[in-house]
């Protein structure tokens, strides 16, 4: 039992380095502009897709490298011409706009590359477990840690000690005042939609070779990152990180005793947060006003 | 400058006129009294969501049968019009919303559906009310021809007690005693779980576990952890479509197939060409597939047909189950010289499929006192690669005739009630 439960903590850690991939991309994007990308499914989906179409030509590595650029760059387009006309508004408006963003990506996605799924595998290298006994922990699934690690550590770097991540970071608590001193904040804004993107295509091109890859794969995966981000805190990047290991934890342990309830469980977490400490674990208070 | 007050200016024509033109293209067509109307089918089935991919194969077939017959005149010398509604995959509001649309605004004379079988069922309930015949190609829960038959209502496919009746033999002989699941958490998982663990407790066999997954769980490393714990002979996976690709994905990447038999019960084409080849183990049975062994009579004719209306690709048994429903309606009404439900109904029931319909060995026939198809289980082996033919993923072994592993009517719950 003991051993059981160790596996699935480990287990966790590796499902929840994921969720916090794609819950970080989320984040920056409702940080800095105040939009609730539910579209964010979909960029994962098109970066898997554009992964697949990429890889006879470049391989798996070049694939890797150029289909979340490629992604963002379709989230810049959508930025400038859909996302852009939401600043300022209610949430609600960009809610609804990337909602039905999510409905056309799906079904775009399913006129171009079919109804049925395709198959993604990953590179030989990568396939061996580490051991008999730690069989989970196969060489992807600590290459997607490694990934996610190494990307997180740059954004963090880029956030903390570059021109445009302290402007983002100010951007995110006062942008008034940032573009009163000067600073272009619609292009500041349409650069952080496209990082937040190409962390959800990254995701994609991650994700193919996990689960199968087709026009839905986005949708179970949405859920999670929303519940990272109010888990870990609003506002909060640390917070939304902490968050994504926390519920991929508490999802693995739950599957130990009570496996149908694995899924359930990250909302009953949620909700638990919203009535003890509202802002999340690392959130500030009014964050979201 | 004052407007008088019931001025028409440019852009108030033009709105009303590209309104106009809107109105008659999103009108339904009305079509005038001629001698012969044709008969009107309504397909309420998935385009969209994750069972788009089976419900557009069930559709290809359906279409492809319905061009068929129409170009030997039809039913009855009527034309047949497929009329084509999205139910989407899982919202049974929408699929019923449909329904009623289909049988009251467009007067369908025959409807069809559901691939989700909790979708087929709440439609099963529109028909029956309207008195429309309703044939259910790939619905697969028990109910549909158990204990919530209906006079109306006929399936294709396999019952979950079917499958397992089919295969756990096989799988005990070949494989052991001990066996450990993977169920989806819903009516489907839950009756195919049932008739495994009877099987597998009358042949003295014993259920290590049973790990409940959620539908649509992306990540099964949890359940595969406990799963290896319980050291079983034989891990049968019973999820289907999308998290049967990623169930067996992951089973792959954690070499669990090297140290424990993988299987399971119902296994479809669709998401065997969606799992990379390394993916592809284990027994299973199908519930048709288009290679076969021996000489099928309108199997290859079939096969070139649909390859010519889906980028070349092979029928699936979802293709299969879509064209067999179009055909099955076609014999009826001609046997009962109507298409009048009740009458059709009739005709249907102990109906035999020909050859060049059923394209399987055994007889293939709807049993009357349920109203099920009894069709054959292809089970055989998954392949990693073709036997030098990339399309061919699955060999098969045996060909399993239907009625020989369907429980008795009297087991089934059914109590059918035939109207007056």
Known sequence: MLQLTFFNVTNGLIIGAFYALMAIGLSLILNLSGVINFAHGGFLVIGGYLAYTLRPYIGFWGALLVAPFLTALIGLAVERLLIRRMYGRDPLYSLLLTFGLAFIIEDATRQMWGANGLPFSVPEALTSPLSSEFFFITGYRMFMVAMVAIVVAILFVLLRYTRIGVRIRAGTLDLETVSALGVNVRALRSLNFAVGIFLAGLAGVLAAGQIGLEPTMGDGLLMPSFIAIIVGGVGSLTGTLLGGLLIGVASGLTAVVFPSASEAVIFVMMALVLLVRPRGLLGEEGMMT | ?420
Not at chain 2, 292 to 301: A, F, S, W, Y
């Open chain 2, 1 to 420: 400058m004052i407007r008088p007050i019931a001025a028409l200016d440019r852009r108030t024509v033009v709105k009303a006129g590209a309104a106009l033109g809107l109105a008659q293209i999103a009108a339904p067509f009305v079509i005038s009294a001629r001698g012969e109307t044709p008969i009107r089918i309504g397909v309420d089935n998935p385009l969209t969501g994750t069972y788009a991919a089976p419900g557009k194969n069930e559709n290809t077939g359906m279409l492809l049968a319905v061009d068929q017959l129409n170009a030997k005149n039809g039913i009855l010398g009527r034309k047949i019009e497929l009329q084509i509604e999205d139910s989407t995959s899982g919202d049974a509001g929408a699929a019923v919303q449909k329904a009623r649309k289909l049988i009251e605004r467009d007067n369908v004379d025959f409807l069809v559906g559901n691939v989700n079988s909790a979708l087929a069922q709440a439609m099963a309930q529109v028909s029956n009310e309207k008195g429309v015949l309703h044939i259910v190609p790939g619905g697969h829960t028990d109910g549909i021809t158990g204990v919530n038959c209906k006079w109306n209502v006929f399936r294709v496919c396999n019952t979950t007690r079917m499958e397992a009746n089919s295969i756990c033999p096989l799988l005990f002989s070949t494989y052991g005693k001990k066996w450990h699941f993977i169920t989806p958490d819903y009516a489907f998982g839950h009756t195919l779980y049932e008739g495994c663990e009877a099987n597998l407790k009358k042949l003295g066999g014993t259920v290590t576990g049973n790990e409940l997954t959620p539908l649509g769980i992306t990540d099964f490393s949890a359940y595969l952890i406990k799963a290896r714990a319980a050291n079983p002979d034989v891990l049968l996976v019973l999820v289907q479509g999308n998290d049967m690709v990623n169930c067996l994905k992951q089973i792959s990447q954690f070499g669990i197939d090297k140290q424990i038999h993988v299987a399971g019960t119902q296994q479809e084409l669709e998401p065997v060409e969606a799992m990379p080849p390394e993916a592809r183990v284990g027994i299973w049975m199908f519930e048709w597939y288009w290679k076969q062994p021996g000489n099928t009579p309108g199997l290859d004719q079939f096969i070139a047909d649909v390859r010519k209306r889906s980028d070349g690709k092979v029928p699936t048994a979802r293709t299969w189950f879509g064209y067999v429903t179009i055909h099955a309606y076609a014999l009826a009404c001609e046997k009962a010289k109507t298409i009048e439900a009740k009458a059709v109904a009739k005709a249907l029931a102990d109906l035999e499929m020909p050859p060049e319909i059923k394209m399987q060995p055994n007889k293939v026939y709807f049993r009357g006192g349920d109203h099920q198809l009894m069709l054959s289980a292809f089970i055989g082996e998954l392949m990693h690669k073709g036997d030098g033919d990339p399309e061919n993923l699955f060999k098969v072994n045996h060909i399993v005739a239907g009625d020989s592993v369907a429980p008795p009517v009297s087991e089934t719950g059914c109590t059918m009630q035939m109207p007056a």
